[in-house]
């Protein structure tokens, strides 16, 4: 049972390049989530999806695109990185219906120099 | 909007000393709370959380909290820290809308533990 699973685990990117984030999903979940993590700031939501097909803004979405290309996968995409977007990243994923808790993967470590 | 506030970026504790990191939190409605625990280049992990009913909610690992309304308050406890529960914890509160549930997280507390 993988539960949410992130790739890449470690990347490094120069300012300017582009990259995708990939998540998936195997617990069957309508929403997704994609969070930053950042020292003495706890996690900040950047995008989330409800259910296949949608997708909103979180608190800082600046930067970002996302695709929920269906129910079990959910990428993030930086266009033109910047090292202001050097972080932790986590995706996340819930079912609602159930008042169960959101479960992570395991992160993307992103340096941008 | 909700928030939680997490009183204490680090927290230094004793082996076998009481463990007790605070959380608050504001909201408009009654929330969902959660507590998680992220150990070293790991994701985060739930340890308990508070939907509805009995207000003193018990986890894994020993962990404890109670939910205070009159307080706005969701504190993580342990009677008796042990080298293992160093980590970083992190209070969330869950935002219900039409259905639709998403986490808000505080800032998170470091619990240093010393032998």
């Known amino acids: 049972n993988a539960g949410v699973t992130q790739t890449p685990k470690f990347q490094v990117l120069k300012t300017g390049q582009s990259m995708t984030l990939q998540c998936a999903q195997d617990m069957n979940h309508n929403s997704m989530y994609w969070y930053r993590q950042d020292p003495g700031m706890g996690l900040r939501l950047i995008y989330y999806?409800?259910?296949?097909?949608?997708?909103d803004k979180g608190e800082v979405p600046n930067g970002y695109n996302v695709s929920r290309l269906n129910k079990r996968e959910f990428s993030l995409r930086l266009e033109s990185a910047a090292p202001s977007q050097t972080s932790v990243y986590f995706c996340?994923?819930?079912?609602?219906?159930?008042?169960?808790?959101?479960?992570f993967g395991q992160g993307t470590r992103l340096t941008v120099v | 909007a909700q928030s939680v506030t997490q009183l204490g970026s680090h927290v230094s504790v004793s082996e076998g000393a009481l463990v007790l990191l605070r959380c608050n939190y504001s909201s408009s409605v009654p929330p969902y709370l959660f507590w998680y625990v992220q150990y070293p280049n790991q994701g985060l992990q739930l340890l308990l959380k508070?939907?509805?009913?009995?207000?003193l909610v018990k986890g894994i690992n020993g962990f404890e909290a109670e939910f205070k309304k009159s307080e706005t308050s969701f504190h993580l406890t342990k009677p008796s820290a042990h080298m293992s529960d160093a980590a970083e914890y992190f209070c969330a509160v869950s935002l219900m809308n039409t259905g639709f549930q998403k986490l808000v997280f505080g800032t998170g507390t470091r619990l240093l533990v010393s032998p």
């Open positions: 999806s409800a259910s296949e097909g949608t997708t």
């Open positions: 996340a994923s819930s079912d609602e219906r159930l008042n169960t808790e959101a479960f």
């Open positions: 508070y939907t509805t009913g009995a207000t």
